[in-house]
């Protein structure tokens, strides 16, 4: 319907005073009479299709049928990896059925949309025309509703399912787009499939014809290369039996030749072996002289290697005696060094302490000199005698006092 669109949510509860009601019956009421003048100028759609025969039942039964092709499609190409996996290539009736199958879905495609565009417009018409009347239905019962009881639940239920219609039928379209995107994407992966099949037979046609060729050119180069060694067997045959026939008194005169030299080469030989056993002889007498030098050598060596291996010991324990006596030595020099050491520091405070004696007793003859303090003090004036004297004696009495403590 027309008011599908809707959706917010309204009130079933909800009723209007009198005034209100009035109101709203008045604008509905204008409302009909313009749904009804719109329904006297629109052109009635003449149906010419059956009822069981809609253009949606036609696309249901067309993209049923084009999943029934799609699941064949996916079988034919499981069937057609098994194969490749297994021998290597495609046998030709599974890639006769592919392409059957390929045309098929393209035309049942085709003809989907073509229904669909071909009842469009029809459909568009009389669904235009059921949704003004149903509309118009409505908003009568509407306004007798609110003459009736100020209230409009009717509308707001109509609504309410009119608006559940509508997402099912948006699913549905959803759906029904899906498939079509699946049939699409199908389409264009055979074809991409097809494509690459046919490049690779094409490949694999040039790759025959090339290896054709060169086997014609082998076979040619084999008959040339067979008839010119067949003749050249003949020729060597010939010329063989030639040189055979006419070459026979030359070879017996070098057989006597031979023999002779065979004759002189034995007395050589045998000459020659006289000597070498004289020689063999005399190197197995000098082979024997020389393994007894060799082993009185080795003897002597032997000895005097013994003889280097106890100095080696010895070196050793005296290396290890004086490794020793050197640490021994290491440590007193050590300790003594430490002393030396300590001696030093010792002198050196002592030096140290002398200096600061040295300085504090110059400071303090200084601050006496500077104060006029003891022996630096200034002397008095010498007062009468009677008083003078009689300080005197004390003073002399308190200092030999001083002098006997």
Not at 26 to 51: F, H, Y
Not at 300 to 324: F, G, M, R, V
Request: hydrophobic letters at 30%.
């Amino acid at each position: 319907m027309a008011f599908a669109g809707l959706t917010a949510p309204i009130s079933s509860t909800s009723s209007l005073d009198p005034t209100e009601a009035l109101y709203v019956s008045t604008i509905l009421e204008d409302a009909i009479d313009q749904l009804s003048i719109l329904g006297g100028v629109m052109p009635q759609g003449n149906g010419k299709r059956a009822v069981n025969q809609s253009p949606a039942d036609e696309l249901l039964q067309i993209l049923n049928g084009q999943k029934r092709l799609e699941s064949c499609f996916d079988d034919v190409m499981s069937r057609r990896s098994d194969q490749l996996s297994a021998i290597g290539h495609v046998q030709e009736p599974i890639r006769a059925e592919l392409k059957s199958l390929a045309l098929s879905l393209e035309r049942g495609t085709a003809v989907a949309l073509n229904i669909k565009d071909t009842a469009q417009i029809a459909d568009n018409m009389a669904k235009l025309q059921r949704d003004r009347g149903e509309l118009q239905s409505l908003l009568e019962m509407t306004m007798d509703e609110l003459d009736e009881t100020c209230s409009f639940t009717s509308l707001s239920s109509t609504v309410e399912s009119e608006r559940r219609k509508k997402e099912q039928d948006e699913r549905l379209e959803r759906r029904e787009k899906d498939s079509v995107t699946r049939v699409q994407d199908l389409h264009h992966e055979l074809r991409d499939i097809q494509a690459r099949t046919e490049s690779k037979l094409q490949k694999k046609n040039e790759e025959i014809a090339f290896l054709k060729d060169q086997l014609q050119e082998k076979k040619a180069k084999t008959h040339v290369a067979e008839t010119y060694l067949s003749k050249q067997t003949h020729l060597t045959v010939d010329i063989s039996t030639r040189k055979q026939t006419g070459n026979e008194e030359e070879l017996r005169r070098e057989l006597e030749a031979l023999q002779k030299r065979l004759q002189q080469e034995e007395q050589s030989h045998q000459e020659v072996k006289d000597r070498l056993t004289v020689l063999y002889d005399e190197s197995s007498g000098k082979l024997e002289e020389w393994s007894n030098k060799y082993d009185a050598d080795v003897m002597e060596k032997q000895e005097a290697l013994d003889s280097l291996q106890i100095q080696k010991e010895n070196d050793l324990l005296k290396l290890q005696a004086l490794t020793e006596k050197y640490q021994k030595y290491n440590e007193v020099v050590e300790e003594e060094k430490k002393r030396r050491e300590e001696l030093r520091k010792q002198e050196e405070q002592r030096v140290r302490e002398k200096l600061a004696v040295t300085k504090m007793q110059a400071w303090w003859r200084g601050a006496m000199v500077r104060h006029e303090l003891g022996p630096y003090s200034k002397k008095k004036k010498k007062k009468k005698k009677g008083k003078g004297s009689g300080k005197k004696k004390k003073g002399k009495g308190s200092a030999k006092k001083k002098k006997k403590k």
